[in-house]
């Protein structure tokens, strides 16, 4: 078993990577960390916990950062696309299970230097709690055993601005930061994500299991993809940013990297968080990031659809 800590910014696709991630048996969850990004960094802690609760799941949810690493806020709640509540408008009540009395940064750390080389970090929002951790660790950098995060557009054009996916446009400084370090990388962006659709006719089969969760997770899905289709008319569904990132770690043959080195953009206004990919010849460079650029869509879809919902 794979031992994890996953770190979200819970919102609607954050949720669908949790049940996959708790449901998959490859992975041993440590613990669930939290960032500012699509909601509030209060908002993603508490959605987190309501999303564990509905799974029966009772791994821990440790807050983080509430703001980016080296700026004031950037980008806006994305209540267009995630809901008010960041879930789709599904919230009912309050969660029953408090968070943990420590902070996403400390738990990284030494759950990192407890087990080295053994814990991979999945980070589906933006990466402060990250480039804080290296800041205050740097040791991390040998120490992890691999990061792979939701983020980025490389080869292709942004989603938050033309030139700016959303995870990287929230805190350009602390992914920046955290590709200049030297940890091994896997980046799972828009270059592949976007070709993971996740169709409305699969989501409405899930009402079938007559389930709390199955309502709770096709209710904020729909949502979901509702704001697709207002952004994207001509694709059907909403693309699995988050549950890819997972399924990159439980089975990397999902997904086909180039080694590139990374820079991103941290001055120009108009393409903030652009990030320029340079390809290498080989991946031994020390800055060398595995950039996703394949995925196998089809297997992936099928995977995340058997176990998103047992
Ligand atoms: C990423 O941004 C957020 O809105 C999603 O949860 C995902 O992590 C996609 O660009
Ligand atoms: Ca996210």
């Known amino acids: 078993m794979k031992k994890i800590i996953l770190d979200v910014d819970t919102g609607i696709d954050d949720s669908l990577a949790i049940a996959y991630a708790v449901h998959s048996p490859e992975l041993q ?3 669930i960390t939290t960032c500012f990004g699509n909601v509030s960094v209060e908002e993603a802690t508490r959605n987190t916990l309501v999303v564990l609760e509905h799974l029966d799941s009772t791994v821990p949810v440790i807050p983080g950062a509430g703001k980016p690493f080296a700026r004031n806020p950037i980008k806006k709640k994305a209540v267009h696309i995630h809901g008010e509540d960041g879930i789709g408008n599904t919230l009912t ?3 029953n299970t408090p968070a943990q009395r ?5 738990f ?3 759950q990192v230097n407890k087990q080295p080389g053994e814990v991979t970090l999945i980070m589906v929002g933006p990466l402060t709690n990250l480039a804080l951790a290296l800041k205050e660790e740097p040791e991390l950098v040998s120490r992890v055993e691999r990061v792979v995060i939701m983020g980025g557009a490389v080869t292709v054009r942004g989603n938050v601005t033309p030139h700016a996916e959303a995870n990287v ?6 992914a920046e930061a955290v590709f200049r370090s030297g940890i091994p990388i896997t980046l799972v962006g828009l270059d592949v994500t976007m070709k993971t659709l996740l169709p409305l006719e699969e989501v409405v089969k899930w009402r079938e299991k007559g389930t709390k969760l199955a309502d709770f997770l096709a209710d904020m899905t729909e949502f979901y993809i509702g704001a697709y289709k207002s952004i994207y008319p001509s694709i059907k569904g909403c693309a699995l940013h988050d549950p890819l990132a997972v399924a990159a770690v439980t089975d990397p043959s999902f997904v086909k990297t180039v080694p590139m080195r990374l820079s991103v953009e941290l001055q120009a206004t108009e393409s903030l968080g652009h990030i320029e990919g340079i390809q290498l010849d080989g991946s031994d460079e020390e800055q060398s990031v595995d950039v996703c650029i394949e995925v196998d869509a089809e297997r992936f879809l099928e995977h995340f659809l058997s176990r998103v919902i047992l």
């Open 102 to 106: 420590d902070h996403a940064v400390n």
């Open 93 to 95: 009540s309050e969660p």
């Open 169 to 174: 446009y929230a805190d350009p400084d602390a």
């Open 108 to 110: 990284m750390i030494q």
């Open 29 to 31: 969850l440590l613990g």
